[in-house]
Nanobody
């Protein structure tokens, strides 16, 4: 089993920044891919960014490329999402997830955190 706990959400004005963190624990998380998904009201949950724990491969959704950065810290067992130049359309619940493949498919991720709210005001 893998346990994931998110932190760092909140309210920020457009153009501002937030940093989300995901603390991972369990027996096999080190071999998994870590991703950040988000879900806005009335919309599907979508992958924002993903990385292997080694950091040698990453994925970004087009909507956040060059604004968001995903990083992993193996010593602290955390994965972070630095979000800059935030827009109102980034408002959503952000979920940390652990999966088997570096893909954008929700079904490829087996473990999920409970989510953290990010609200960007205009």
């Amino acid at each position: 089993q893998v346990q994931l706990v998110e932190s760092g959400g909140g309210l920020v004005q457009a153009g501002g920044s937030l940093r989300l963190s995901c603390a991972a624990s369990g027996s096999t998380f080190g071999s998994l891919v870590m991703g950040w998904f988000r879900q806005a009201p009335g919309k599907e949950r979508e992958l924002v960014a993903a990385t292997r724990w080694s950091g040698d491969a990453t994925y970004y959704a087009n909507s956040v490329r060059e604004r968001f950065t995903i990083s992993s810290d193996n010593a602290k067992n955390t994965v972070s999402l630095q979000m800059n130049s935030l827009k109102p359309e980034d408002t959503a619940i952000y979920y940390c997830a652990a999966g088997r493949l570096l893909t954008s498919a929700r079904n490829d991720y087996d473990y999920w955190g409970r989510g953290t709210q990010v609200t960007v005001s205009s």
